[in-house]
Structures are given as C-alpha cells and as structure tokens.
C-alpha cells in the first residue's frame, strides 16, 4: 500500500515512516500542507497520516479541501492538539481516527493497520482466495497452511492484486502503488516481480493474468479462457 505522512516533526516523520516501510509499504513524506494538498491531487494513496499543525495550510484546512473533492483515503489525524473540540471538528470533517501525541508506536502502527484493512477488504483481515490464505495485518500468505515465502516486494503486487480481486490493474498503477518517491521501479523491476510472484503462486488455485495492452489481473487459477 502507498502512504503519505504529512508531518513537520522530523524526528516523528522518521519514526513512523520507519515502522511503515518496515512493514512492507511505499512512505512518501511532506512536511508541507501546500506541497500535501498537490500531492493529494496527483496520487492515490491508500492511507494519509495528517498532522494539524502544520507550518502553512492548517492540517483541518487540508482535511476539508481532501473531502470536498469527495476523495475516501483514510486520515489517520496524528496531532498534539487534544482539545475535544479539535477531535470533534476533524471526525465531522471527515478523519477517520485520532490519534494525540505523544504516542507509542505500536499503537498508531495498530490502527494504521485496522484504517489500511478496511480500505482493502472492507474491513475483513484475512482473504480465501483458491487454496491460499492472505494475512493482511500481519503480511503473511499461505497455501494449505504451509506459509508461502515473499519479499515485501511481492507481497505488495499480491496486496495491491487481491485488493481488486478479478479487475485489471494498469502497470502504472501497479508501479504507483509499490514506490515511493525516493525508491524507483523500472518496467523491467515489475515484470520480474510479476514473473516471480507467478512461480510461489502455482499450485496455489490462483494466478496472476496479464490483459493485453491493459495489464494484470488476479483471479481463480481455472477462470482460464
């Protein structure tokens, strides 16, 4: 999953961008509200973490502006602004949680998690797809019970592939979705991900079909035509 934190505190911007990676996902970091909200306009993300004081454009000015283009990626609000009044007016304008700081990691790295699950899944942490099973939360793939070895690589196309089971994701989606700004994937870089993806996945009762001129698809390994 693509993730873009949008913090000033570098010390707090390193700390979690850390964990996120570490986790297996693409961490773009801003610390400007006028550089996020353009940001916001030119990429998908499946998951903003939003600070509100931000040195620019106040973190609630951001939040009304991404909700009035009617964009749904979950903001996970990290703020030191604790008043009930300030969690209030960002959940009415459409924060999805909150969080105060000081924090500890494990737990905004918990609900960073449950935001991510329901973005994917619709909330369902694990996915049955032919004989495999997808471990969402903790990033884990196994076929009959016998755990399926990935990279955090390739369990990032099967992530962004399952998360739309049986429709076509471009290469460029694809390669949006498994990069952030400092790291880069070449055409070459996908395609020997999606080759070997597709080896650790025979035998599992689901394949990865390329669509001509369009590109790739996950679906039941019989859905042959």
């Known amino acids: ?33 006028r550089q996020a909200d353009t940001a916001l306009r030119d990429h998908p993300y499946d998951l ?26 979950p903001v996970l609000v990290a703020t030191a602004r604790e008043e009930l009044e300030e969690r209030v007016r960002a959940l009415d304008l459409g924060a999805d949680d909150y969080l105060v700081k000081p924090f500890a990691l ?61 429709r076509v994701m471009s290469r460029e989606q694809l390669i949006e979705a498994l990069c952030s700004w400092d790291t880069t994937l070449t055409d070459n870089g996908l395609d020997i991900a999606v080759y070997r993806l597709r080896r650790k996945l025979d035998g599992s009762g689901v394949r990865i079909r390329t669509v001509r001129g369009l590109g790739y698809l996950l679906e039941a390994a019989d859905a042959l035509t």
């Open 1 to 33: 999953m693509r993730i873009l934190i949008i913090e000033d505190d570098a010390a707090i911007a390193d700390a979690i961008g850390a964990a996120l990676t570490q986790a297996g996902h693409a961490v773009d970091r801003l610390a400007s509200g």
């Open 48 to 73: 903003v973490v939003l600070d509100l004081g931000l040195p620019d454009v106040d973190g609630i000015e951001l939040l009304r502006r991404l909700r009035a283009r009617a964009d749904a990626v």
């Open 106 to 166: 494990r737990e905004f790295e918990a609900r960073a998690r449950a935001l991510l699950r329901r973005r994917t899944t619709q909330g369902v942490p694990e996915l049955q797809l032919g004989r495999m099973r997808l471990d969402l939360p903790r990033r884990r793939a196994q076929v009959d019970g016998t755990p399926l070895e990935l990279t955090p690589r390739e369990f990032g196309l099967l992530e962004a592939l399952a998360s739309r089971l049986d």
